[in-house]
């Protein structure tokens, strides 16, 4: 990990680290926290009788019509019991699964979403639900636009060219949300997101993006404890996309002004330092979540494989890299003790 990166654990590798809005938020954590989201799923545990309600008042109770019932049932998703004239018994848990399956049909959630939704029970699925519906909405933004461009009499082929950037995108995105789990791998996507947006020319590029597939495709489950993985996603759980970006480019001014923010951060990184140093920093739940983000990133391939090949398919990324290694040994000339941590 890069050791301006280190110092201000924002642990993307080979590009990005905090400014001060992000050191408060994550390391101070002064921002309110957001209320956890009722559970998706109730326990049947928690429904010890039953009701004895036939299809006809499920669909009342549901508000759902007998068709969609008997499918979600025939897909199932609910488990009623059947009786011995044929008529199946539905319990309460039964209907609030319904009701709540119906909610999210209404949202245009798919079918699969839905499933593994379900099955989650924990709140991370509906979350990546959440995120690739804002990314799918941003990019038919940038498709409409395409499709006016070429009713504007734009050429097919430099169209076409804008929409393989497009997919490239894309797909590399939809790897990077199945990859990471939870509130970090929204952090994750954003950030490499953002140079994607470029046209794959070369045989270097096409190599490199076969590469990054290949390695997302096969990388091992980035897994922490669960005390440390509920406390982080406590902290980071009502960050938007929108926050996201702000930091981002937040990130990009102190890379690029690395003296300015050196000297407008000097009393918050000296402080931060020493606390780097502590036992408590060792034993939160923030150090021990890089800890582990370290370890996985060294076991991985992520640092020897992934990044250079991002490197390689994106000329943007790797001036970025250019940028925060030069960042770095301005970080270094300043507070040499940094290499010990």
Not at 110 to 132: C, N, P, V
């Amino acid at each position: 990990m890069n050791l301006f990166e280190k110092v201000l654990d924002w642990p993307l590798g080979g590009g990005a680290m905090m400014g001060t809005e992000v050191l408060r938020y994550v390391l101070f954590q002064i921002r309110a926290v957001a209320q956890r989201l009722y559970p998706l799923v109730p326990s049947r545990s928690d429904y010890n009788r039953r009701i004895g309600m036939l299809i006809h008042e499920v669909c009342k109770q549901a508000n759902l019509t007998r068709k969609a019932v008997e499918y979600y049932t025939g897909k199932g998703l609910v488990h009623p019991v059947l009786l011995e004239n044929g008529y199946r018994d539905y319990e309460e848990g039964d209907v609030e699964i319904l009701r709540r399956i119906g909610v999210l049909r209404r949202l245009g959630v798919g079918m699969e979403d839905i499933r593994e939704i379900l099955q989650d029970g924990t709140g991370e699925a509906l979350q990546r639900a959440a995120l690739r519906r804002e990314l799918e909405s941003r990019r038919k933004v940038r498709r409409d636009v395409l499709l006016r461009e070429l009713s504007e009499g734009k050429e097919f082929s430099e169209v076409e060219a804008k929409l393989r950037n497009l997919e490239v995108e894309e797909t590399v995105g939809e790897r990077l949300i199945d990859a990471f789990p939870g509130y970090y791998g929204r952090f994750v996507c954003m950030h490499f997101s953002r140079f994607l947006d470029e046209p794959v020319e070369t045989e270097e590029q096409r190599a490199a993006y076969e590469t990054v597939i290949e390695f997302l495709d096969g990388m091992p489950a980035f897994q922490v404890s669960e005390d440390v993985e509920a406390a982080m996603s406590e902290v980071l759980r009502s960050v938007s996309l929108e926050q996201i970006g702000e930091m981002l480019d937040k990130v990009k001014g102190a890379i690029e002004e690395p003296e300015a923010f050196l000297e407008e951060n000097r009393e918050t990184l000296e402080w931060y330092l020493a606390y780097r140093r502590s036992e408590e920093y060792k034993n939160c739940a923030a150090g021990r979540w890089m800890e582990c983000i370290r370890e996985f990133q060294s076991a991985s391939g992520y640092t020897e494989v992934f990044l250079p090949a991002m490197r390689r398919l994106s000329p943007s990324y790797g001036e970025y890299c250019r940028l925060i290694e030069a960042a770095n040994e301005r970080l270094l000339e300043r507070y040499p003790e940094v290499k010990r941590l």
